[in-house]
């Protein structure tokens, strides 16, 4: 269902993308591009570890009325998650290589997120 979006918006970062999936906070896939190499990398789990600290934030921002969490990234050694919110059920993450432009990333994830919420 998604599966064309993910694609268009992981080839536009030319090669720089291990992954794209779109997720519910539950951690049920919707659909997913991308194969990792290395195991430890396969989108689908680090995204489903990710939706833990997607829902802690979201409740930190309740607590504090900041306002809905909209996107966040979380950058380490090995690669970048950039999740955005589609809805208040559902998001989609990408996940970056070293090096890779965030900004583009970032860009690309917000148009994406914008074009599948009819679709949910």
Known sequence: MFKN?????????DDQVIGAIVM?????????VGEAPDPALDT???AMEYTII?????????????????EFYIR????????RMINSE???????????????????LRAAAASMIKDL
């Open 76 to 83: 380490n050694e090995r690669f970048t998650a950039l999740l």
């Open 44 to 46: 689908e789990t680090l």
């Open 24 to 32: 519910d906070q539950e951690g049920i896939t919707l659909d997913k």
């Open 90 to 108: 559902y998001f989609v993450a990408m996940f970056l290589r070293p090096g890779a432009n965030m900004g583009k990333g970032r860009f690309l």
């Open 5 to 13: 979006k993910l694609t268009d918006m992981i080839d536009r970062m």
């Open 54 to 70: 997607l829902k802690n934030a979201m409740k930190t921002a309740d607590m504090v009325n900041a306002g809905k969490v909209s």
